[in-house]
Antibody, heavy 124, light 107 residues
Framework: QVTLKESGPVLVKPTETLTLTCTVSGFSLSNARMGVSWIRQPPGKALEWLAHIFSNDEKSYSTSLKSRLTISKDTSKSQVVLTMTNMDPVDTATYYC????????????????WGQGTTVTVSS | DIQMTQSPSSLSASVGDRVTITCQASQDISNYLNWYQQKPGKAPKLLIYDASNLETGVPSRFSGSGSGTDFTFTISSLQPEDIATYYCQQYDNLRLTFGGGTKVEIK
C-alpha cells in the first residue's frame, strides 16, 4: 500500500523558513517514472502546485515561487523535503505531498496518491 | 506557464442529474489533462488521467473528454457522495497547473 505523510511545524513566524518533510512508504524514491510533488491549498481556495522531484533527481518549481523553494530527497530514508523561505501570512495553507506518476509516456504527469496534508499557519 | 480556466465555479444540481464541468487551457495541451475530486476536509483524489481514462476503482458515472484546449468532465447521474470540489490539472514543460475548481452541491 502506497502512503505519504507530511510533517512539519504547525506555526511559523513571518520571515522564517518553513521546512516540511514527506515520508513515503509502499514505493521507492528511486522508482522510474514517478516522483513526489508538493501542493498547497490556502483556506477556502484552490490547489496550487509548488514543486516536484523525480527519481533521477530532476526538479521543477512553480514559476511564481521558484526563488523561495528548494526540494530535495533522501532515498535511503524515503523522505522528500521542501523548504520555503521568507514565509508570509499569505502562505498560510494546508500543504500536501503526493506521488506524481507518469502517463502518456512522459508527456503527462498526475498525482495518484496524496498525503493527508499538514496545516501551516504563518503568524507572529 | 499554461493557465487553466474552469467553469462554472460552483453549481447546484439534483440527485440523478447530469453534471458537466468545463476546463479550458491557455494553449494546446493535447490530451494531457487530469481531473481530481476533493471532498471537504480531505485530500484530492485522482479520478481521470489523459483527459478520458478512468483511474482504477472510480465509478463509471464519471467521465472526461476533450483535447487541445477544451475539456469536459461529466457526472452522468449525480449521487449524494459526489458532493465535492473538482479540479482539472495540466502538465507542461515540467510544470503543473490546476484550474480554479468547481464546487458541486446538491439542490
Amino acid at each position: 500500500q502506497v502512503t505519504l505523510k507530511e510533517s512539519g511545524p504547525v506555526l511559523v513566524k513571518p520571515t522564517e523558513t518553513l521546512t516540511l518533510t514527506c515520508t513515503v512508504s509502499g514505493f521507492s524514491l528511486s522508482n522510474a517514472r514517478m516522483g513526489v510533488s508538493w501542493i498547497r491549498q490556502p483556506p477556502g481556495k484552490a490547489l496550487e502546485w509548488l514543486a516536484h522531484i523525480f527519481s533521477n533527481d530532476e526538479k521543477s518549481y512553480s514559476t511564481s515561487l521558484k526563488s523561495r523553494l528548494t526540494i530535495s530527497k533522501d532515498t535511503s530514508k524515503s523522505q522528500v523535503v521542501l523548504t520555503m523561505t521568507n514565509m508570509d501570512p499569505v502562505d498560510t495553507a494546508t500543504y500536501y505531498c503526493a506521488r506524481i506518476l507518469e502517463y502518456s509516456y512522459g508527456s503527462n504527469y498526475g498525482m495518484d496518491v496524496w498525503g493527508q496534508g499538514t496545516t501551516v499557519t504563518v503568524s507572529s | 506557464d499554461i493557465q487553466m480556466t474552469q467553469s462554472p465555479s460552483s453549481l447546484s444540481a439534483s440527485v440523478g442529474d447530469r453534471v458537466t464541468i468545463t476546463c479550458q487551457a491557455s494553449q494546446d495541451i493535447s490530451n494531457y489533462l487530469n481531473w481530481y475530486q476533493q471532498k471537504p476536509g480531505k485530500a484530492p483524489k485522482l479520478l481521470i488521467y489523459d483527459a478520458s481514462n478512468l483511474e482504477t476503482g472510480v465509478p463509471s458515472r464519471f467521465s472526461g473528454s476533450g483535447s487541445g484546449t477544451d475539456f469536459t468532465f461529466t457526472i452522468s447521474s449525480l449521487q449524494p457522495e459526489d458532493i465535492a470540489t473538482y479540479y482539472c490539472q495540466q502538465y507542461d514543460n515540467l510544470r503543473l497547473t490546476f484550474g480554479g475548481g468547481t464546487k458541486v452541491e446538491i439542490k
